[in-house]
């Protein structure tokens, strides 16, 4: 079974950073294509980036040129370099990993940014 389990949230003030880190188990990791999303309250759940299983990204338009994802296959690990922090980036962030029809969700992290 596959689980992923987020790390890395915190309070933050604005023009801050932070690294999330989503460590995957129970899967071959280096076959899924990965992905950070944002929920807050009443809002839907936000794309923010992916990385493909051959390393490809995007991002949301909200957050390019300040966040990076990247992965690390061998520590069946995927990060997310968030810069230049900014108070609407208050969300609990998800990891996702897809393959196919297969979709899974960790349970989220919680980002706050606020002076």
């Known amino acids: 079974q596959v689980r992923l389990v987020e790390s890395g949230g915190g309070l933050v003030q604005p023009g801050g950073s932070l690294r999330l880190s989503c460590a995957a188990s129970?899967?071959?990791?280096?076959?899924?294509?990965m992905g950070w999303y944002r929920q807050t309250p009443g809002k839907q759940r936000e794309l923010v980036a992916t990385?493909?299983?051959?390393?490809?990204?995007s991002y949301g338009d909200s957050v390019k040129d300040r966040f990076t994802i990247s992965r690390n296959n061998a520590k069946n690990t995927m990060y997310l370099q968030m810069n230049s922090l900014k108070p609407d980036d208050t969300a609990v962030y998800l990891c996702?990993?897809?393959?196919?029809?297969?979709?899974?969700w960790g349970q989220g992290t919680q980002v706050a940014v606020s002076s």
């Open positions: 996702h990993a897809a393959l196919g029809f297969r979709n899974y």
């Open positions: 990385i493909t299983n051959d390393g490809r990204t």
């Open positions: 129970g899967t071959i990791f280096s076959i899924y294509d």
